[in-house]
T-cell receptor
Framework: DGGITQSPKYLFRKEGQNVTLSCEQN?????MYWYRQDPGQGLRLIYY???????QKGDIAEGYSVSREKKESFPLTVTSAQKNPTAFYLC???????????FGPGTRLTVT | QKEVEQNSGPLSVPEGAIASLNCTYS??????FFWYRQYSGKSPELIMF????GDKEDGRFTAQLNKASQYVSLLIRDSQPSDSATYLC?????????????FGKGTKLSVIP
């Protein structure tokens, strides 16, 4: 069954804690992306990776970190340095150099 | 600053009517354009993409692109209550960072039975 999985669906953390969001895909897509969505806002790009062991900062990378050790996986760590971490986090994938991006189901993070 | 503008709505149309959603973008060098549908609480779903000037039809959906005027639109024919969702316009710009998509804030569509 092909697709993009994100876990967990809901995540609750206390302020000051780091948290890692999972994104796994079996679509054989080279490119993976992390977006953040806030109410009334467009999607904003956090990080993206076009190939294993390489990734680039997006528009709002501060307070986040990623790794890309396997083609199938692109975990996102929300660090305590991120000032407003509560948001809906979306992982997307696509073909390298391709145009279309496909989204996973998302993780809703709440930090109190 | 690369911008994608959409009317936030809500846009209300009666069932069976044509819904017209519009999007403007700031960079003339933009290459490709996408429409995503997002139901409340869910992730965006790609429904249409268009790369060339003109119209592209897929079932009840038609995407229209006018690069000279820098707008792209989505028409939904025979609108159904199940089409009620927020529609996101996304643009892939040319040049450095061209792997990135820039998203509008979305237009909320409500189809009234």
């Amino acid at each position: 069954d092909g697709g993009i999985t994100q876990s967990p669906k809901y995540l609750f953390r206390k302020e000051g804690q780091n948290v890692t969001l999972s994104c796994e895909q079996n679509l054989n897509h080279d490119a993976m992306y992390w977006y953040r969505q806030d109410p009334g806002q467009g999607l904003r790009l956090i990080y993206y990776s076009q190939i294993v062991n390489d990734f680039q900062k997006g528009d709002i990378a501060e307070g986040y970190s990623v790794s890309r050790e396997k083609k199938e996986s692109f975990p996102l760590t929300v660090t305590s340095a991120q000032k407003n971490p509560t948001a809906f986090y979306l992982c997307a994938t696509g073909l390298a150099g391709g145009y279309e991006q496909y989204f996973g189901p998302g993780t809703r993070l709440t930090v109190t | 600053q690369k911008e994608v503008e959409q009317n936030s709505g809500p846009l209300s149309v009666p069932e069976g009517a044509i819904a017209s959603l519009n999007c403007t973008y700031s960079d003339r060098g933009s290459q490709s354009f996408f429409w995503y549908r997002q139901y409340s609480g869910k992730s965006p779903e790609l429904i249409m993409f268009i790369y060339s000037n003109g119209d592209k039809e897929d079932g009840r959906f038609t995407a229209q692109l006018n690069k000279a005027s820098q707008y792209v639109s989505l028409l939904i024919r025979d609108s159904q209550p199940s089409d009620s969702a927020t529609y996101l316009c996304a643009v892939r710009y040319s040049g450095a960072g061209s792997y990135q998509l820039t998203f509008g804030k979305g237009t909320k569509l409500s189809v009234i039975p």
